[in-house]
């Protein structure tokens, strides 16, 4: 199936701890996203890849770290998690041009206890 | 800097009636308009853009939004709902120039037999 897959799907860790969460998608697309969703379902624009190389990061905290290692992929590392990183995170990707649709990925839910 | 103001944040509406889910947004530039909708516990999948030329875009599944420049807004509708169409509808903006697309909060859109 063509589309934007993240790993995992539910995520439930303690505070201080180090996750990833991994990305890929297979629709041929050059510019990838994460974006957090709030418990109050408002989406927020954290970072964003074109051809591998960062073009948007948003004010978010520098425990957030987004790698790239090539164009279909994008993992999104959070160091000493809080309990307010708790979301859902979603990876979207799209082509370059400007006004080009996103395609979502199905989401992570993170829980921070 | 651009922004989007969904002024609803539920709408409750009966089935085979028409709904409105209205869209504002704030932008000094051109902008493209999106509207996407969220199902429980996936991802944001498109449901209709507006790029250029015709104001009035519709999609498969009945809906309908017109862009309208002077009220900034992209109003959606849908002449007849079904309960399947219970959801959470997102509109979004990207301005010229940008890829990231910054979203209003949200309308829960329930619809009751």
């Known amino acids: 199936d063509t589309a934007v897959s993240q790993t995992p799907k539910y995520l439930v860790t303690q505070m201080g701890n180090d996750k990833s969460i991994k990305c890929e998608q297979n629709?041929?697309?050059?510019?990838m996203y994460w974006y957090k969703q709030d418990s109050k379902k408002f989406l927020k624009i954290m970072f964003s890849y074109n051809n591998k190389e960062l073009i948007i990061n948003e004010t978010v905290p520098n425990r957030f770290s987004p790698k790239s290692p090539d164009k279909a992929h994008l993992n999104l590392h959070i160091n000493s998690l809080e309990l307010g990183d708790s979301a859902v995170y979603f990876c979207?990707?799209?082509?370059?041009?400007?006004?080009?649709?996103?395609?979502f990925g199905n989401g992570t839910r993170l829980t921070v206890t | 800097a651009q922004s989007v103001t969904q002024l609803d944040s539920q709408v409750p509406v009966f089935e085979e009636a028409p709904v409105e889910l209205r869209c504002n947004y704030s932008?000094?530039?051109?902008?493209?308009l999106f509207w996407y909708v969220q199902y429980p516990n996936q991802g944001l999948q498109l449901l209709l853009k507006y790029l250029s030329g015709s104001t009035l875009v519709e999609s498969i599944n009945g809906f309908e939004a017109e862009f309208n420049k002077s009220q900034t807004s992209f109003h959606l509708r849908k002449p007849s709902v079904h309960i399947s169409d219970t959801a959470e509808y997102f509109c979004?903006?990207?301005?010229?120039?940008?890829?990231?697309?910054?979203f209003g909060s949200g309308t829960r859109l329930q619809v009751q037999p």
């Open positions: 629709l041929g697309h050059d510019t």
């Open positions: 932008s000094s530039v051109s902008v493209y």
């Open positions: 979207a990707s799209s082509l370059t041009p400007p006004g080009s649709p996103l395609h």
């Open positions: 979004a903006v990207s301005e010229a120039g940008r890829r990231a697309l910054t």
